[in-house]
């Protein structure tokens, strides 16, 4: 499995910006979403680049994660306004999750401290939110957005988490959480229970799968160090890994160390691919680094892999 970069690609109009891309998402048309913390929350582009429209101008409290369900409606989780919304794909909200601008106890339990992503049951419709920044948690709602049960408290242990950043399911139900400060993805089945876990990740911050290749193929965008004595160490991201159903790893790619040369990193926090199984991974390299340059300066968050084998 190999992929080559595809410089430039996504066409913005002039004047606009994005400062990040905190999330991708792609429709069954292969239309990109983008899901940005400038003054365009959501810019969609065709798959070749162009753009299309945005939406979502005013709504956002800052943009974290963003999914597309089978029937083509868009979830947003922003997690400042500690809420998962529900729109049309040309931004009409339907549905909200959450209490906005009010978020739960620090670390009690309840639903939402700083929500990070939502993943949607293929079987059951079930949504799963990670709620990862205030909280230690993932939580489970029906289709229509009743809340069902939680699980997972602060740690190291099985079921514990350290910052759940992002999560998926496959296609038999089963949820895998990106446990990002405990370097590891974790595996539930649909009520909470641990079924295992991969290791060998370094700070796993995007996840995807996608469920047409042999059981489910996975992409793990990963940060790279978060201390400073580890700024001359290689091979710690960021990167890109892909991993097969048992979590082998199939491919990886990225530099050795963050970098800002076409298929370098800076800090990947959301991937996702297309029909075609080319792949699109944003960074949010404004608040990892853009921001404490002096001066400030917008960096490159947005990148496309084509697929060559």
């Known amino acids: 499995m190999n992929f080559n970069v595809i410089e430039g690609w ?9 400062v990040e891309v905190a999330g991708v998402a792609v429709d069954a048309k292969d239309n990109v979403f983008c899901f940005t913390r400038g003054e365009h929350p959501v810019i969609v582009f065709d798959r070749d680049g ?3 429209r945005s939406w979502g101008e005013g709504l956002v409290r800052r943009a974290h994660g963003i999914t597309i369900d089978a029937d083509g409606m868009v979830w ?9 919304r529900k729109f049309t794909p040309d931004g ?4 909200v999750i959450g209490n906005p601008d009010t978020p739960a106890t620090l670390q009690g339990g309840k639903p939402f401290n700083r929500p990070t992503h939502v993943a949607i049951c293929p079987k059951s419709g079930y949504l799963f939110i990670s709620d990862g920044y205030g909280n230690s948690r993932v939580h489970k ?5 009743k809340h069902v049960m939680s699980w997972g408290e602060p740690g190291t242990d099985p079921g514990h988490f350290n910052l759940p950043h992002n999560l998926v399911t496959d296609r038999d139900g089963l949820v895998y959480v990106a446990d990002r400060e405990n ?10 229970t641990y079924q295992g876990q991969w290791n060998n990740l370094h700070r796993p911050c995007g996840l ?3 469920r047409t290749q042999n059981g489910g193929t996975f992409y793990v965008g990963e940060l790279g160090h978060a201390l400073p004595v580890n700024e001359a160490v290689a091979n710690l991201g960021p990167r890109v890994t892909v991993l097969d159903a048992k979590g082998q790893k199939i491919a990886r790619f990225g530099g050795q160390f963050a970098g800002e040369k076409p298929g370098e990193f800076i800090a990947p926090h959301s991937v996702v691919t297309d029909s075609r199984g080319d792949v699109y991974v944003s960074e949010v ?3 990892n680094t853009g921001q404490h340059e002096k001066p400030p300066r917008e960096i490159r968050s947005l990148q496309k892999f084509a697929r060559t084998a």
């Open 10 to 18: 996504g066409t913005l109009p002039d004047g606009w910006r994005y």
């Open 50 to 52: 162009r753009f299309l």
């Open 76 to 84: 947003l989780t922003d997690d400042l306004h500690h809420t998962v």
């Open 92 to 95: 009409k909200c339907l549905l």
């Open 141 to 145: 709602y029906s289709p229509d957005g």
């Open 183 to 192: 370097h590891r993805v974790q595996i539930f089945d649909g009520k909470g």
């Open 208 to 210: 995807f799968v996608d």
């Open 285 to 287: 390299s404004w608040t």
